[in-house]
């Protein structure tokens, strides 16, 4: 099996930003109760007319400009998102299309806001297996489009953007254990249930739901905090690695009161976790890949630093994956 190893990354955030200020002005809420009860400060929202595979498109380019990899070489390509443009063509053949990635396959992967590891270890099997040499793993989520902007409880955490990373072989080091776990019996805490309303042959109305995101943060709050934990801890058991090896830990970016706790739990100085919450909300399967961006680009993670990529999402769905930086 070949070592793979994530080669460059790009992301993309659209320009305008909305701030706890902002939002107080359309729902009752407050500057404090976000900052204090979530961490976030601001969040960026698509341009008007602005959809998901513009913000994948324009990752996926980030991330080319620094690639030894060029576009019409990339073998597969991969996008997590659940707010596609469209139920299909799938975001990942329309990024195919605009980068010019003639030989590659392309499929979009929907995991919640654990879409991102979800598919850089698809990705990371396809190239360890030989099938093909290369590939592109995007995360792209517009949250905005599918908020309910009257309802206080969910409007206030997310913001839109997308983050890109190209994989391929590497000598040492590289993606070092992975760790995947759904759970299924918590389905019914997240999600957008709008099917059901738009068929003419289904005439039970108790069956339609709002077609705009539903949560109960609580309970999410509950399952979120030993679910990243757990999946650190046993990441980073799989990779024979002790806690103290881990240099920098990029969580998904949902509350920084979530990431509070798992710190805790996990026993690591939250000093080690990379956060930068309070500047883009929760970007849903974008959150690590933008974090882990920003975190190579300020020096916090180098070439050779064993770092940890942890997240919880709705579905429910886990993940961690150890990786040993390689540039
Ligand atoms: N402004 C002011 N007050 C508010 C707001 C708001 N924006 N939202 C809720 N409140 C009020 C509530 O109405 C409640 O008032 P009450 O006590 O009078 O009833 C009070 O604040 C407390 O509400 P809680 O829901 O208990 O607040 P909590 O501390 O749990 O924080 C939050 C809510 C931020 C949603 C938290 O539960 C959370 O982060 N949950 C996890 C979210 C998550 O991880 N989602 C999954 C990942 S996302 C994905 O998969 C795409």
Redesign the pocket.
Known sequence: MKKVGILSLGRYLPVQVLTNQD?EKI????DE??VS??GIKERRISADGEKTSDMAIAAAKDALKNSVIKAEDIEAIFVAT?TPDSNFPSVACLVQRAIGAKKAFAYDIGA???GFLYALTTAKQFISSGMVQNAMVIAS?R?TSIIDWKN???????GDGAGAAVLGPVQDGGMLADYMISNGEGSDL?GVMADKVRSPFNSSIETAKLPFVT?N??E??KH?VPGMAEALALAVKKAGLALDDIKCVVP?Q??D??IASVAKRAGIDKERFFINIDKYG?I??ASVVVALCEAVEVGRIKKGDKIALVV????L?AAANIIEWSY
Do not use: E, K
Not at 27 to 30: H, R
Not at 152 to 158: A, D
């Open positions: 939002i729902v009752d809420t407050s109760w976000i009860r979530t659940v919640a806001c654990s989520d949250f206080r409880n969910t409007c206030v955490l997310f997240m949560m943060g609580q999410l709050f979120a998904h949902a509350n009161r979530i929760n849903s399967a919880f999402g709705a579905g769905v």
